[in-house]
């Protein structure tokens, strides 16, 4: 789960002054226009997960996370502003590689010109009253199955963000000739699963890459999905799965009673 372009803006120094305001700060432009919440929320939970602050490109950072102990495949990717790269990057790293780091000065303000700090939700990224908490996924027209939707998740299961048996992929919306998606899907979690670890998914999910040979080039987004979007669409696609399933029971039971109705028309008496 990473990408490889590189950040074009200029490394502001100012942000580091005001590191702890900015790790506090909605990562996604999409999160600083929602509706805002009446009570502050904040995050209860811990996750490895991190912010960087730096003009380096996804491969210099790379090397020197993998120098001090990260693996070479570890989730990195470039926090977007009204689709333009920033100097932020997000990263999901063990906590023993963000101590190494610390320990050589990059946890604080540094002639490197690259800082590392714990990311921390705020109330920003967590859902309002109108919203369920399930997340949906508008899927492209290039995409056909949700099996890319559930690679994305298992991704965040290995990172022990979210547990594997927390979680389940509804598509209410498929094709009755071909079985492919039609608009998008929904990603349902189970009621004990913590609000935190629904944020965090839904942050490390966004403007990430669909993992899809049909389509290598779209930006994969997923949004809180709305109370009555799911009610209309996502209670439906539950429904749905079930009705398949006895689909063919029914018609099974269709076509005896067929069967038995045209044997006692052939064996009933000609009219007079």
Request: charged fraction near 30%; hydrophobic fraction near 30%.
């Given at each position: ?86 100097d932020k ?40 009253s109108e ?50 998606l039609r ?90």
């Open positions: 789960m990473s990408t490889t372009s590189t950040t074009q803006s200029s490394f502001d120094v100012t942000t580091i002054d005001a590191a702890e305001e900015v790790t506090t700060t909605n990562v996604e432009e999409q999160t600083n226009v929602e509706e805002q919440t009446n009570v502050e929320k904040t995050q209860e939970l811990d996750f490895p997960v991190y912010i960087i602050f730096s003009t380096k490109s996804l491969t210099e950072i790379r090397q020197l996370l993998v120098k001090y102990g990260a693996k070479s495949d570890l989730f990195l990717r470039i926090v977007y502003k009204k689709g333009t790269e920033t990057t997000i990263v999901v790293l063990p906590e023993s590689v963000y101590s190494a780091l610390c320990k050589d000065g990059y946890g604080a303000k540094n002639r490197y010109r690259f800082l590392i700090l714990p990311y921390r939700l705020r109330s920003g990224n967590y859902p309002t919203k369920t908490s399930h997340l949906f996924v508008p899927v492209p027209k290039t995409i056909t199955t949700d099996a890319n939707v559930e690679t994305r998740m298992n991704e965040l299961c290995e990172l022990e963000i979210v547990a594997s048996d927390t979680w389940s992929v509804v598509t209410p919306l498929r094709s009755r000739e071909s079985g492919e608009g998008g899907c929904f990603i349902k979690f189970k009621p004990d699963v913590h609000v935190d670890t629904i944020a965090m998914s839904c942050l490390l999910l966004n403007d990430t890459y669909w993992p899809s040979k049909e389509d290598t080039d779209s930006v994969f987004r997923c949004f809180w999905a709305r109370k009555q979007q799911y009610s209309e669409r996502g209670e439906r696609g539950e429904r749905s799965e079930k009705t398949e399933k006895n689909s063919d029971t029914q018609e099974s039971k269709q076509q005896k009673q067929v069967k038995k109705m045209s044997y006692r028309l052939k064996k009933a008496e000609p009219l007079n």
